[in-house]
C-alpha cells in the first residue's frame, strides 16, 4: 500500500471536517492552516501503525479491527490531552463523535485502497456521501446567517455523516475479508488440483 495515497486519502477524510467547521461553521482560516499542518503527522503514524500491525497480526480482520480502535482511542488522547476536549475539561464535547472522526480519517484508507481494483459500491458510497454533503453543507452555510445556529447545524450533521461513514467503513473491510478468502481458498483449490493431476 502507497505510504503517499495512504497519507493523500487520510487528509481528504479529517480536513473535510475540518473545512466543515473552520471554514463554514466558524470561520478560522488560522485554525484550517494548523490542520493541515498536522493531520499528515497523523496520517503517517496511522500508516506506521497499519504497517506493524500487518507485520504482526496474520488474519487480516482481526488486524483491521485492532488498527481501528487503536485510531480512534489514539484520537480520543490527542483531544484529551492537546485540545481539551476531555469529559471532564469539555463536558460538551461528543466522544463517540470524536472516536469517529479520528478513526475515519486514519483507519479509512487502510480499507478503502485495499483491492482497488474491485469497484465495490461501499468504497463508492463514502465519496458521494462527503461530496453530496459537501454541497448541501455549502448551502446550509449560505441560507443560515445566524452564526451561532450555522455552526450547531454543521457541527450535528457532520457527527451524523462521519457515523454513516464509520459504518460504511465496518462493512467495507467486512466484505474486503470475504474477498481475501475467496481467494485463499481458490488458491487452495488450485493447489489441490495441481497436486492431484501431478505425476
Known sequence: MSYWKFVATGCVLGLFIEAEFRLLGRFNPGAMCFAMVCYPMFVSLAYLGSRLIDRFVRHQFAGDLLHYFSCGLFGLAVEWTLLGNSPWGNPKAVQSAMFCMWAAFCFGPRVLLRNAEQRWLLR???????????????????????????????????????????????????????????????????????GLSGP
Do not use: C
Not at 129 to 135: D, E, H
Not at 142 to 154: E, G, L, T, Y
Open 124 to 194: 463508492k458510497l463514502i465519496w458521494w456521501l462527503l461530496a453530496g454533503y459537501g454541497v448541501v453543507s455549502i448551502g446550509v452555510a449560505i441560507a443560515i446567517r445566524d452564526p451561532q445556529q450555522r455552526f450547531v447545524v454543521i457541527l450535528l450533521s457532520t457527527m451524523a455523516v462521519y457515523f454513516v461513514i464509520n459504518i460504511l467503513l465496518a462493512l467495507l473491510a467486512i466484505q474486503s475479508w470475504r474477498h481475501s478468502r475467496r481467494l485463499e481458498a481458490s488458491a487452495a483449490s488450485e493447489d489441490l488440483d495441481q
